[in-house]
Every structure is written in C-alpha cells, then in structure tokens.
C-alpha cells in the first residue's frame, strides 16, 4: 500500500501543476477551441442521454457541466476524458425509477467514494483480468436496451399505463402499441440519425449531432409537425 507522500502525489491535480509549470496564452487559445469543439458534442448527448434515463434534459446539462468542472480541476492528467456516457442509461434509468432522484444522488455518491477508495489501494490493474468477452458482452447488451428504450419516443407510440423495464415485456408492449404509430415523429427521428450519420462519413469534423438537432427542431417548428418536443414533456 502506498505512504502518505505517494498517495497524496497520486491525487494532485494536474491544473495545479500545469500553472506552476507555465501556462501561456498560446495554451489558453488551444483550450478554449478544444472546449469550444467538447461544448458543441457534449451539448446534444448529454440531453439525449438524461432524457433516455427517465430524467430532465436540463438534469443532462447540468451533469455535463459541473462534471466537466471537476474532471478539469481535480484530474490528474493533461489529457481528461470526462462526461456523460451511453453506458450508465440503463443503470441511472432503474435506479431513479426504482429509487427517485434522491436514491439516485445517494448511488453516485457511493460509487465516487469507492472509486477514490479503489485508486487509493492500487486496484484499477484488476480490470485486465475480466475476458473480453464478457465486456463485449455487456456493452453489446446495454446497446439492445438502449435502443429498445427508446423505440417509443421514435415512433410516438402511445402506450396503455408503464411501460415495461424488461426486454421482452417492454417489445410486447410496443407491438401492441404500434396503432398509435406517429409518422410524423417516426420520420423525424429517421432523418435526425441519417444526417448524423451523413456527416460523420462526409465532414468528420463537424458537430453532426448539434446539427442535426438543430435542423430537426426548425423543421418541426416551421412545418408545425405533430411531434411532442422536450418542451411539451
């Protein structure tokens, strides 16, 4: 186990030793344009992210922003990779639904304080024993769950009461609902991910998520399509 001074070096900010060792003006320009590109990413999927949790897109960008703080400010590396992520969607989305918010907050807090305490004993080298099958696995699985989520939003079904948490339950569900089909937010939501994914192969360094929300959400506007906004949630 590490002493006091390894331990205490282990978690010294990197902003503080990045200040001391100079910090031009040059650096701020290359940081502020770096922010600039994260901001205009982290600005769509952290909605996207909140609402496919079962919580508030506000909930989304407030976590995206005081995330960001920390991870900046009390991260030790130069390089920080830090903000909302696909993976924890299931996770959060049963956890405040079974909990509420205030289970939720209590969750997060625990789990920061085990990972400070798994850092502080040098545990995070365990991570290469798990196969990567199983990785594969899981990460294909929340994918599954993910989209089935939000196969209702796409198609504007209406469902009759809860929908369902499981797979199977919920995919019976939406099948039943499919007379309440909305076109409309069907074919939006289509056209929503072809110019994603347009651009991503097109213009690779353009926030294609940002703007395809964009023209989505002025599409909808000027044509008055029948489509429930995050407002009118």
Known sequence: MPDGTATAHLYRPKLLTTIQEGYSTQHFRKDVLAALTVAIVALPLSMAIAVASGVGPERGLYAAIIGGFFVSALGGSRFQIGGPAGAFIVLVAAT????????????????????????????????????????????????????????????????????????VPKLVALYRALPTLNTAALMTGCAVAAVIFALKTIRPTWPGMLIAVAIASVATALLHLPVHTIGSR
């Open 96 to 167: 405040a639904a079974k909990l509420g918010i205030e289970g939720l907050l209590l969750t997060v807090l625990v789990s920061g304080v085990m990972l400070i305490a798994l850092g502080a004993l040098r545990l995070g080298s365990l991570i290469r024993h798990i196969p990567h099958a199983v990785t594969v696995g899981f990460t294909a699985g929340i994918a599954v769950t993910i989209l089935a989520s939000q196969l209702k939003e796409l198609g504007g079904l209406a469902l009759h009461g809860h929908e369902p948490g499981h797979l």
